[in-house]
């Protein structure tokens, strides 16, 4: 493939809902740019985007790929996306290094749930937007059922450019809305077609998509529409229709919308062509970077001649060949065997050979230029959302803006074996997917690890099992309970032991008071003293207060830790000679022990704010659940995009571990959330007993 300026270079997402035929669309793409001399089947695993065992074994894409063509002096870089919520960490990294974006919609299935959110993703992006009606030639397909879906549920500037004749088994060409012409399939299903007039049957109809469609063009320009209130759409030449066109484009008042079937090849050169007018190349992107010298922001222009600026937006990690890093050059150039620097850790990176991915096909260059894309193996720090850039010029993009995680759960291993491989398995899988976060309570000794959802990381599983050869199971993760107490309680305690011999003799007064709970305090007690005239010397004070931690980590009611503490020493006694640490300690812990009991101990759970984004339609539903079934507090609801809002809830975590699942029941998968730690609160009387009964039980069974 020859080089191109960045004028040329378009990047290109196809984004879908899964099964809307986007690995098929890219295989149709391939082979009509010539790039391919037969079309592969996401049936039979052939295809250049779904190489991943895992893609194979399900038919559908895990991974984003990159898909590079060549089309009338042009290059294209498609990017094909997973279409299932729970990859949209993959659709999150193509958003930010695309140009613009294909959604891909079943004629049959019309908008589905992951068109809908992929949209709004996109929308939040502020990516230009195209649509592909994809399968017209499937029985049940529905043209204006899917317009209307289209306008309804995404936006009402999407605006057919394109109408078919026929559906189904009787789909036999595409009118041009714009040029008023017919583009007529031949029987082979090779893509080839004759333009001709449009068929009388629907010329009508034609003609009056067509003057709505010139008519919104129009509308970007006064001379324009002038023209057009005179002398109707014949008073517009081609090149006005275009020029203005591109302008309704750049000022989003159209999004165009275009049609066809992959599987017949029917539509794909017009929509490349379709794709050069609506959506900007490269050299048209502006980009700001922020300059590490002087702490400022600046634009670049994606030029070949300005600083090297790279950003990582995908790592594979193969356990044989190590990590494979995809990148998008936004500035300047990249060249093989040189060495630049990442802006986040600082250090330099030695680049080896450099790449272009085809699928899973590596072909090596020698550079990179702004606006391409290329992947580089076996950096030693670099990570997904890092910038590269020259050490003489040090600068630093916008990272991805991932998804936050939704679900957690525990790690099990099934072998001691297993045990020894897991850590390296699970932050080697952590690398190619930053929607994962993997961590440690410290209260319970879990391993957690945290995801979209129940299904992806029950997908995470198998992959390690599969990479790495590490069996583990998944479970819901013990509740960090927490106990404070409310009053403030005071207690002396005296520890006198004698065994014959040296004994041990230590006497304390220990008064507690609770502070206010704060999870963000770094350490739940406060320990001071207020000992007058030496009563107890100074170096056993730091005894007593291990003791009382040791007693705080135990619990007073239901064996969790107690936090949010102050305690002070006030009074006590020790003997010259039986006083030692391991005595004062002793007194400490049951000193704190007793003192707890009288300062109405309680128990509290964490509670967490969610933010939740569903359709309109199922605002009762969500508000019903939250009240009834999850001990919620609703906060407050906001009215955002088209026909969704934005409810924020305060939910006891105990009731909304497994919220991705349930959001995604109640609302068809056309809700979404974040949820983060806000604060604790005191558990209900009747959840308490539960949490003290089954915490007695745990500790019957052990012993």
């Not at 793409?29 to 037969?38: G, V």
């Not at 749930?113 to 992929?118: P, S």
């Not at 789909?171 to 809305?177: A, E, H, M, P, R």
């Amino acid at each position: 493939m020859k080089e191109y300026g960045p004028d040329r270079i378009h990047t290109i997402g196809l984004f879908g809902h899964g099964g809307a035929g986007k690995t098929t669309l890219a295989e149709a793409l391939l082979f009509a740019s010539k790039a391919l001399p037969r079309m592969g089947r996401v049936e039979d695993g052939s295809t250049v985007s779904d190489y991943d065992p895992d893609e194979v074994k399900r038919h559908a894409s895990i991974n984003l790929s990159v898909i590079p063509i060549e089309w009338n002096g042009n290059k294209f870089n498609f990017i094909d996306v997973p279409g299932y919520a729970d990859f949209r960490g993959e659709a999150a990294a193509a958003l930010r290094v695309i140009d613009g974006m294909v959604l891909v919609l079943d004629a049959a299935g019309g908008v589905e749930v992951g068109a809908e959110l992929l949209w709004q993703m996109a929308r939040e992006a502020n990516i230009p937007r195209v649509v592909f009606i994809n399968k017209l030639d499937r029985e049940n397909a529905n043209f204006q059922r899917t317009v209307e879906q289209a306008k309804g549920l995404l936006s009402e500037a999407i605006t057919p450019v394109h109408m078919p004749i026929g559906s189904g088994a009787n789909f036999k060409g595409i009118v041009s809305l714009r040029k008023r012409k017919a583009w007529l399939h031949h029987n082979g299903k090779d893509g080839a077609y004759e333009i001709a007039e449009i068929p009388a049957e629907i010329r009508q109809e034609a003609l009056q998509m067509a003057d709505g469609l010139i008519e919104k063009i129009a509308m970007t320009n006064d001379h324009l529409i002038e023209e057009y209130l005179e002398g109707g759409a014949d008073a517009l030449s081609a090149e006005e229709i275009r020029q203005g066109f591109q302008a309704a484009i750049n000022a989003h008042t159209i999004m165009p919308l275009f049609i066809g079937s992959a599987t017949t090849l029917s539509g794909i050169p017009q929509l490349l062509d379709g794709i050069l007018d609506a959506i900007p190349s490269a050299a048209n992107r502006l980009t700001t970077a922020h300059d590490l010298r002087n702490d400022d922001d600046y634009f670049l222009e994606g030029k070949a001649d300005e600083p090297l600026s790279a950003l990582v937006f995908k790592t594979l990690v193969d356990q044989y060949v190590g990590r494979l890093s995809f990148f998008r050059v936004f500035s300047g150039e990249i060249h093989s065997n040189s060495v630049v620097r990442n802006a986040r850790t600082g250090r330099e990176e030695r680049i080896g050979q450099l790449f272009q991915m085809r699928g899973k096909e590596q072909t090596p260059v020698s550079s990179v230029s702004a606006g391409d894309l290329g992947a580089v193996a076996k950096l030693a720090d670099t990570l997904s959302g890092d910038t590269l850039y020259n050490p003489e010029n040090p600068l630093r993009l916008r990272s991805v803006s991932y998804p936050e995680a939704a679900f957690t759960a525990k790690v099990t291993p099934h072998s001691k074996n297993d045990l020894d491989k897991l850590g390296n398995a699970l932050h080697r899988i952590v690398e190619e997917d930053p929607t994962l976060h993997l961590g440690r309570d410290i209260q319970t000794g879990e391993t957690l690890l945290a995801g979209l959802s129940e299904t992806h990381l029950n997908f995470v599983a198998e992959r390690v099992k599969r990479k790495f050869d590490v069996h583990f199971d998944l479970a819901i993760p013990s509740v960090p309970y927490r106990e404070r107490i409310s009053s403030t309680a005071t207690a002396t305690y005296r520890h006198k032991k004698q065994t014959g011999g040296a004994g041990q003799f230590a006497e304390i007064s220990l008064r507690l008071e609770p502070l206010p709970t704060d999870p963000n305090r770094a350490d739940p007690l406060e320990f001071v003293s207020e000992i007058v005239g030496g009563v107890v010397s100074r170096s056993f004070w730091p005894a007593i207060e291990k003791g009382i931690r040791e007693s705080m980590a135990l619990g007073v009611l239901s064996g969790h830790p107690v936090i949010d503490v102050k305690a002070a020493i006030y009074d006590g006694k020790e003997h010259p000679v039986d006083s030692k640490e391991i005595a004062f300690k002793t007194a400490g812990k049951f000193a704190f022990r007793e003192a707890a009991r009288k300062a109405n101990p309680v128990i509290i759970e964490p509670i967490y704010a969610l933010k939740i984004n569903v359709p309109d339609e199922y605002v009762g539903d969500i508000l019903s659940d939250l009240n009834g079934n999850k001990r919620g507090r609703v906060q407050g609801m906001e009215q955002i995009g088209h026909s969704r809002t934005l409810i924020t809830a305060h939910v006891p975590l105990a009731e909304c571990q497994r919220y991705a699942t349930d959001l995604r029941s109640i609302t068809q998968g056309r809700g979404d959330f974040v949820m983060r730690l806000d604060h604790y609160d005191d558990v209900p009387h009747s959840v308490a007993q539960t949490i003290i009964a089954n915490s007695k039980q745990q500790h019957d069974d052990d012993e």
